[in-house]
Nanobody, 127 residues
Framework: QVQLVESGVGLVQAGGSLRLSCAAS????????MGWFRQAPGKEREFVSA????????YYADSVKGRFTISRDNAMDTVSLQMNSLKPEDTAVYYC????????????????????WGQGTQVTVSS
């Protein structure tokens, strides 16, 4: 059973930066596509970013493109999300997730494709 644990709870002012990390255990990390999702109060969980098994392919939601960077370290079984130029609308609980399926594109943006989830970590951006 794969376990994912996020870290990086933060309160930051608009324009600031925050780095989230997710540590995986219990499986073969390098065989998983990894993704970040977020859920704001009263809204559905939404896709933020994904990274392929090797880390060579990344994909971002339009809302975070150019501000967020996803990366992974397969030697350390971790995936990170560097968030810059944060906006109040980025306030949400952020979740990392693992997908065991292979996709020709190298990643998936569909929440239903992901098999394992972390417990989530709160990010609050004040205006």
């Amino acid at each position: 059973q794969v376990q994912l644990v996020e870290s990086g709870v933060g309160l930051v002012q608009a324009g600031g930066s925050l780095r989230l990390s997710c540590a995986a255990s219990g499986g073969t990390f390098s065989s998983y596509i990894m993704g970040w999702f977020r859920q704001a109060p009263g809204k559905e969980r939404e896709f933020v970013s994904a990274i392929s098994r090797s880390g060579r392919i990344t994909y971002y939601a339009d809302s975070v493109k150019g501000r967020f960077t996803i990366s992974r370290d397969n030697a350390m079984d971790t995936v990170s999300l560097q968030m810059n130029s944060l906006k109040p609308e980025d306030t949400a609980v952020y979740y990392c997730a693992a997908d065991v399926t292979y996709y020709s594109a190298g990643y998936s943006v569909d929440i239903d494709d992901y098999d394992y989830w972390g417990q989530g970590t709160q990010v609050t951006v004040s205006s």
